[in-house]
């Protein structure tokens, strides 16, 4: 089928929208129809270089919600009308990650850079008679989409899709590196460096997990407000600033957990987010900087002798199939806020001015809607 995507056609390039074509779905694979798909920064990587990839174009979007609209052969557990949420991860269940518990380093994410779908490995989209690489194999910049039934979890029809398209990555990832990563336990002061929808996840998921105070970072004033309306109890315009007020609130102990949340992470900084942590405390660090650079500056004798851990994070340490579910169930009983995570809403054609609200702080979560316009 023919319609709309918005893609990069290289480095340091707009998004453009343009007419895509869309294979049908092969065995094991499932059409959905997108209502709304989220922006989240990981797609502004594809711009920058960050994440180097073997070709272009890209389909950027790995956030989305809608129903499924067709089936391919032998995918038995979903059925055509089912709402359903798009994983940036799949999730097998029988690799060996996915058996030993990490249902998130499922050796299916392998490819999610390569454009080769799951089943075949072939490609699944076209532009101007190009291959064309869907982001995290989904691609949700444009109103349909293919994709393999492990990159999708069936969700409660009754939940709106504006928020659901969110816990596909960014509300899943923060929530997940609070509770599961950091394991934030009740009574523990929580750190949260960055406020944008990752950031705002993480800070609800430690105030849930029992965190007696829950610092947020971050240089934008507006950002700052939002963290004290999500409920942290204080909010920093940079770390050195939080480290000192910190120490004096906790009376030199500081933060058992903090959380890196920023959109592009640099080396140098981890130091500073280790200063803000506690003795035997852990830093987990969810941001992603460019998947190149080696560089960190880090004292390995304080790490050694204050037994600090530095822990990575992807999406949140989760399970997909599980975590979506039960963040969304949280979200039903008025125990997550997401609602006021979704700050503004955009058209497909208004990409690239949505992407310039989230770099200049102006977002904590933007969303695209789809219209009957955007599947002509």
Request: glycine share 14%; proline share 4%; charged share 20%.
């Amino acid at each position: 089928m023919k319609t709309k995507g918005a893609l990069v056609w290289d480095v340091n390039e707009p998004w453009t929208v343009d007419e895509i074509e869309i294979g049908d779905p092969r065995r094991g694979e499932v059409k959905v129809q997108l209502e709304t798909a989220g922006l989240c920064h990981s797609d502004h990587h594809l711009l920058t270089g960050d994440f180097p990839i073997p070709s272009f174009p890209v389909l950027g979007g790995h956030e989305g919600a809608g129903t499924i609209v067709e089936l391919g052969p032998g995918v038995e557990h979903l059925a055509v009308g089912d709402h359903v949420v798009m994983s940036f991860i799949p999730s097998c269940g029988t690799c060996k990650p996915c058996q030993v518990g990490l249902r998130n380093l499922c050796d299916l994410g392998m490819g999610l850079l390569s454009g080769a779908s799951v089943c075949d490995g072939s490609f699944r989209v076209k532009a101007r008679g190009r291959d064309v690489i869907p982001m995290s194999l989904l691609g949700t910049f444009a109103p349909y989409v293919v994709v393999h039934h492990t990159s999708v979890v069936k969700v409660d029809p009754a939940l709106p899709f504006d928020v659901a398209c969110l816990v596909g990555c960014g509300v899943t990832t923060g929530y997940g590196s609070a509770v599961r990563s950091a394991a934030v336990a009740p009574g523990e002061d929580v750190a949260i460096v960055g406020i944008g929808g990752v950031g705002v996840a993480a800070l609800q998921g430690a105030r849930i997990a029992g965190a007696r105070r829950v610092f947020a970072i971050d240089p934008v004033e507006w950002k700052r407000e939002q963290a004290l309306k999500f409920g942290a109890t204080e909010a920093f315009a940079d770390v050195g600033g939080a480290a000192a007020a910190i120490a004096e609130i906790t009376w030199g102990a500081m933060c058992r957990k903090v959380i890196v949340t920023v959109g592009h992470c640099e080396g140098r900084d981890v130091e500073a987010w280790m200063g803000l942590t506690a003795k035997g405390g852990t830093c987990v660090v969810t941001a992603m900087g460019n998947v190149m650079a080696t560089d960190v500056t880090l004292n390995l004798a304080g790490l050694t002798l204050l037994q600090k851990s530095l822990q990575g994070s992807l999406f949140g340490g989760g399970n997909p199939q599980h975590d979506i579910p039960a963040i969304l169930e949280l979200y039903r009983l008025g125990q997550i806020n997401l609602d006021d995570m979704v700050t503004r809403e955009y058209t497909l054609e208004q990409i690239n001015d949505g992407y310039r609200d989230m770099l200049e702080g102006r977002n904590i979560r933007g969303i695209i809607r789809y219209t009957d316009a955007d599947r002509a």
